[in-house]
Each structure stands twice: as structure tokens, then as C-alpha cells.
């Protein structure tokens, strides 16, 4: 195994953007989008417009993917055309830039340390640490660990999480969290002044395909059976790479709708390299080709769904179900002391 240096350098070739092909794919993707919601509103058979407005939920996924890679300076780096546009489209998908940039960059530089796992990201509790909680702490978790977080993407996460929370803790800061929410809202509103089925096959539908997809993307790219942590201290940023984040399998139209956001552990070693070149990357680098892998398979969602507690004396996620002996083992031993 090379050491980080020695990786990153691996990588920088990869890290060189091809401006002409970022402005091709932003352009293509957003007229596939476009075309798709005036499907929605044309006269076509219902079961087709409802076709349409899911298959737009994915592409705004992958609008969603070249915003991240913006704001990681991976695209549009020297544009001042590019910033506008990305900044209004983050306004759009409820991530607005203020929000996003503090909590993303925060999770790129602590993922899979133990104490800080849960910031940016989805919540890690250990068996320990679950055992001797509150009642109340204890259902807020299992709540945070079940599905339904992805199914309630659009209102908890998106709407409450990422703009109401933030604007209400600093408005000074987070007012683009208040211009998203307030857009938000103006779109709902012209497009019920149309129609019902405006609203929810143009605009709600998609947007909740999108939040609830992201959502759960954004899960298995660090939940995965082959995850580890680590202690603060133990800590490294190549581990948090190649231990800790995923790489999911899939078919070229599962790659393009995400974006190549599967091949997160490439993108974690370094957030440079263009969504487009992550491909090329993992392919000419040998360290990065035996990544903890994942996909959208069913088998696999359950796998990662199932994952709950981190078990620190066998090094891995385990099950609720797994638990049970440890934590009434942790409990006596609580009370013992």
C-alpha cells in the first residue's frame, strides 16, 4: 500500500477537469430533466407522465451530484458563469451552498472517526454508548437508523434538516437556507394554481424521488457491512478513503443518474477529480479496485439497512438483533459499577 502522498499524487492526473465535457454534461442533463417535466404536463396516458416524473427524480439526482462536485472545486472552478448557476440550482434541490459546504467539508475531514461519525452523516452509536442511554435517545436513534429517514427525505432532512434548522440557528449565515425554503414554497404554490397533477408530476414527485434516492445513497456510501472506524486518534484520512467509504455496483444507467457518486471511496481519497473521471481513476489505480462494495440490488439494501450499532471488539456494524446479548451484557456490567 502507497502512503496518502504517494496516492494523491496517483490520482492528480485525474484531477484535471475538461471544461468543455462539465459544461456537456450540466447542459445534457438539464435538458433531459426539462424535457421530462413538460412530459409530465402534456397530455400523454397517466401511466407514462408518472413514468416521466420518476425517471426526472433521478436525473435531479444527478444535477445534484455535479453541484456537490462544484462545490468540491472538481468542475467550473475558474467560472464565473458556472457560480450563479450552481448556487441557484443547490437553492433548488434544498441544499443551498452555506448549509452544505459547512456540514459536507466537515464530514470529508472526520468520516469513520468514532466520536465524530455521526456529524454530516448519518448517526453511529456504539454498543456501549446505546446501552447506557436514555429511553428517549435510544428511540431518536432507532429512528434515525430506520427507513425513515429516506422515506421522509424531502420534509426531515431536506426542508427541516438542511434549510429550517440552519437558517433558525444562524440567519445571518444560512440566509440562502431561508431563499430555498421560501422558493420551495412559490413552487408549490404556482403549481397548484395549475393543477394537482402539475404539482405532483412536475415538481413534488420528482423532488421526492430525488431527496429519498440521495438520501439513501448518501447512507450506503458509509454504512456497508464491510465499513470500519476508528478512534480519533488511530485516525487517518487514507483509512477514511478505502475503509470507510463504498463503492457501489451498478449498470451504465444506475452510474449516470447518480452521477458516479458510487465510487465514493476514489472520491473520498481525493474530492478533486471531476464525477466523470472517478471511473478512469479506480481503473488505473490498483489500490482503489478492492473498495467494500454495495448496490441497489435488494439483497444488498437489506444488508446495509440492517446495520446498526458499532461493535468496537469485533471492528464492524451489527444488527439490533445481533446486539441483544451484548447490551444486556453492558448493562450488568453498567449496573455492577
Known sequence: MRTLQELMSATAPFAKEDLKRSWWHLISTAVVLVLLIVGTLSPLPLVLRILMSLFAGGVVVRLFIIYHDYQHGAIFRNSALAKPIMNTL??????????WNRSHNYHHSRNSQIATASIGSFPIMTVNEYARAPWQVRLRYRLSRSPLPFLSGHVLIFIVGMCLSSFIKDPRKHWDSLVALLVHVGFVWALSSVSLSALVLAYLLPLYVSCMAGAYLFYIQHNFPQMQLKPRE?????????KSSSFMEGNPLVHWLTGNIG????????SRIPFYRLPEAMAAIPELQNPGRTSLKPRDIVSCLRLK?????????ISFAEARPLLSQARTLSRAH
Do not use: C, K, Q
Open 90 to 99: 443547490g437553492v433548488l434541490v434544498l441544499n443551498p451552498p452555506n448549509i
Open 234 to 242: 488511530e485516525w487517518t484520512f487514507l483509512f477514511a478513503a478505502l
Open 263 to 270: 465510487y465514493h471511496h476514489v472520491h473520498h481519497l481525493n
Open 309 to 317: 450499532l458499532w461493535d468496537p471488539e469485533h471492528n464492524r456494524m
